[in-house]
């Protein structure tokens, strides 16, 4: 089942990814925060619902480390406000990008970001939303994540005491380089942590770390074998395309849509 994040078709606005997306048969929508801004998420959480569509997720919640008190518990709070977003869209998950601080060992970030996911539990739990802890490729580990692997996502869910709300995001931008990445999938799905998978490509070069993530078959990601791992342990979600890309924002969106949709039938048939 196809997942588009709307992030991925960033020049839209909520209501013309709503239609777009269901109009060309797209199953699922994860929404960014950003389109909720100046709406109200049950209203957008309707709309989509009434077009079609599964809403699959809220992007994003996250960045716990900071290096005061009074920043995490503003990031903690922002959190809680991210749970109350999601559970009024009707979106069953958050991802988590999780944060790191520029020059504070990951090991302190990576315990802060335990101690902000513990936090916030309780409400995420109530609300009958899932976190789900996104590894970063480690290029960003220091400010955007310093959880890099699947691995050390495990061991935060171990860490928490492994509540049923809180998993993992498996995106194969950032974890198709680690050797561990097969045992992690089915360790993860058999704790039953898999809560998504977001596909894309990685583009040789690379001109741009964050914004110039390849379409599905255009780069050196083996996507289908990591597919294969992820279906072959019962998997049932849907599988995201998450692109981040000024070369496709520029692009005529529609025919953006439709180049995405021919890569992914390609890449599944």
């Avoid at 960033?10 to 777009?20: A, F, G």
Wanted: charge should be negative; include cysteine.
């Amino acid at each position: 089942m196809l997942c588009l994040h709307t992030i991925t078709t960033k020049p839209w606005s909520t209501e013309q990814c709503i239609e777009r997306y269901a109009k060309a048969g797209v199953e699922g929508i994860t929404f960014w925060r950003y389109n909720l801004e100046g709406r109200d998420p049950a209203k957008v959480g309707q709309q989509a619902r009434e077009a079609g569509l599964d809403i699959v997720s809220l992007c994003r919640g996250g960045f716990f480390p900071a290096s005061s008190p009074e920043a995490r518990q503003q990031a903690i709070d922002d959190n809680r406000r991210c749970i109350e977003q999601a559970h009024a869209l009707g979106a069953p998950l958050i991802v988590l990008v999780c944060g790191a601080v520029p020059g504070q060992p990951l090991e302190e970030s990576r315990k802060q970001i335990a101690e902000g996911i513990a936090a916030v539990l309780p409400e995420a739990e109530a609300a009958g939303v899932k976190l789900g802890i996104e590894p970063l490729h480690p290029m960003y580990a220091d400010d955007r994540s310093a959880v890099n692997t699947m691995r050390q996502a495990n061991d935060i869910c171990d860490a928490l005491g492994s509540p049923e709300s809180v998993g993992i995001a498996a995106d194969v931008y950032h974890i198709w380089w680690d050797p561990e990445l097969q045992h992690q999938i089915e360790f993860t799905a058999a704790q039953k942590r898999l809560f998504a998978f977001h596909i894309c490509d990685w583009k040789t070069p690379t001109t741009d770390f964050l914004n110039d993530r390849g379409l599905m078959g255009e780069g050196c990601i083996p996507v289908r074998q990591i597919s294969d791992w992820v279906d072959a342990t019962g998997f049932k979600g849907h599988r995201e395309v998450e692109i981040f890309s000024n070369r496709y924002w520029a692009m005529d969106q529609d025919e953006w849509l439709a180049k995405i949709q021919q890569a992914y039938q390609q890449l599944y048939t």
